[in-house]
């Protein structure tokens, strides 16, 4: 979920993903007719992931083949169902297919790699008048192995199809996969986020956006912090929204003293500052996450590390260009 393999930008993307960290390593590369598969494109591995857990959990016989009818699948993935629509689904299906991936992600021998595409292959059908009726898909065995593992598989709040910026994307879906990893969360190095994005953006756009993301907090079930050490390294914290979902920190005076949040329950959140300047800090996790390989990386002057139960003093200061590498 969390590593560089789609685009995080709309725009027509052919320069290829490299990404290496410890024993993993990722090139994700386009052909120039199509483009490289966006991470909004990535919506339809998460329909097609559905569905192959939902017929596994019924007792149903999973196969890589997917059919589906476009209706099905745009209105899963929250967008509309209109003969534009239609046609992006058909133009993400081309950037799926044409988008090859090369990693060692879940390779049982060191060095070795698999190569696949995001869809092997993909046809619409048409009824007897010709007119488009289903479309069918083959997913990759790579993709498909990982579905059934129970180990590598997250659930995600369908708010998560309503975020409209690339960059929240990603980043919703890192936190979703460190959220239950460390009893004591995680905290994100930005320079080893941006690395780990697969960004074109320069790092200090990058850091803007990211802190715009802090400010607006609009990724579902999470609240976002920037922690800054002594050193002045700057780091991205995340928590549990208290109610199951962050909730405007301003209310105006005269309303009434409970708030709904728009979960089951109410609560009421006051104002909180995104700098932390607490001596100590406190993640909790909001499920158990087994997925194997939040840990196995090697991480460069650590950049990407759960909080220690022993937390440091952080104070506001000014961001340093990076560490040593």
């Known amino acids: 979920m969390a590593y560089p393999f789609f685009s995080l930008s709309k725009t ?7 990404f290496n960290a410890g024993k993993v390593a990722i090139r994700v590369e386009a052909v120039p007719d199509h483009g490289m598969a966006t991470i909004w494109d990535a919506d339809i591995l998460i329909w097609a992931a559905s569905q192959i857990v939902e017929a596994r959990d019924a007792g149903l016989r999973t196969s890589r083949l997917m059919a589906a009818t476009p209706y099905e ?39 070795r790699r698999h190569r696949f595409s995001w869809i092997n292959e993909w046809q619409e059908r048409t009824d007897g008048n010709g007119r488009p009726d289903g479309i069918e898909m083959i997913v990759p065995d ?61 790092f200090k756009r990058f850091a803007f956006e990211l802190r715009d993301i802090i400010r607006r907090q609009p990724l579902p ?20 929204a208290a109610c199951g979902q962050a909730v ?7 309303t009434r003293p409970v708030v709904p949040s728009g979960t089951g329950r109410s609560c009421y959140q006051e104002p909180k500052s995104h700098l932390s300047r607490s001596s ?30 022993t937390p440091q003093r952080r104070l506001s200061g000014k961001s340093r260009k990076g560490c040593a590498r």
């Open 12 to 18: 027509h993307r052919v320069a290829p993903i490299d």
């Open 73 to 111: 699948i745009l209105r899963y993935v929250g967008r509309g169902t209109s003969a534009r629509d239609y046609q992006r689904l058909k133009a993400a299906l081309d950037r799926l297919q044409s988008t090859t991936i090369s990693t060692t992600i879940r390779q049982p021998a060191e060095g």
């Open 142 to 202: 790579w993709f498909y192995r990982a579905v059934m593992d129970d180990a590598l598989i997250l659930t995600i709040d369908h708010a998560y199809f309503d975020l409209t910026g690339g960059l929240e994307r990603w980043l919703y879906r890192i936190v979703r996969k460190h959220g239950g990893r460390q009893p004591q969360g995680w905290r994100f190095d930005f320079r080893h986020l941006h690395q780990k994005s697969g960004s074109l953006s320069p």
């Open 221 to 240: 079930g999470y609240t976002l912090f920037v922690e800054v050490e002594i050193g002045g390294r700057v780091l991205l914290a995340f928590e549990p």
């Open 248 to 254: 405007n920190g301003l209310v105006l005076s005269g």
């Open 280 to 309: 100590h800090a406190k993640i909790r996790p909001l499920n158990l996450d087994s997925n194997l390989e939040s840990n196995f990386e090697e991480r460069a002057c650590d950049g990407e590390n759960p909080v220690s139960p």
